[in-house]
Nanobody
């Protein structure tokens, strides 16, 4: 069992930055590829970013490329999402996910995600 707890959300003006953190506890954190998803009001959950279990391969939703960066610190059992140049359309609840597939390409569908965090709200004002 892995428990994921997100933090770092909040209200920010367009063009601003936030860094989300996801602290993991329980089973070995490094066994999983990690991802971030988001869900805006009235919409389904969508993939945002992924980081491979081994190495530093990353994969991003097209609309966040160049603005968001996913990273992990295995010693701290924590994954981060640095979000820069935020836009109002980035407003959503952001969820951390642990994916058993291990590859950045297994994360986006969500089908191999074993664990989800509870979410943290990000609101970007115009």
């Amino acid at each position: 069992q892995v428990q994921l707890v997100e933090s770092g959300g909040g209200l920010v003006q367009a063009g601003g930055s936030l860094r989300l953190s996801c602290a993991a506890s329980g089973r070995t954190f490094s066994n999983y590829a990690m991802g971030w998803f988001r869900q805006a009001p009235g919409k389904g959950r969508e993939f945002v970013a992924a980081l491979a279990r081994i190495g530093s391969s990353t994969y991003y939703k097209d609309s966040v490329k160049g603005r968001f960066t996913i990273s992990r610190d295995n010693a701290k059992n924590t994954v981060y999402l640095q979000m820069n140049s935020l836009k109002p359309e980035d407003t959503a609840v952001y969820y951390c996910a642990a994916d058993r597939g291990g590859s950045v390409y297994t994360v986006p569908s969500g089908a191999s995600v074993d664990y989800w965090g509870q979410g943290t709200q990000v609101t970007v004002s115009s």
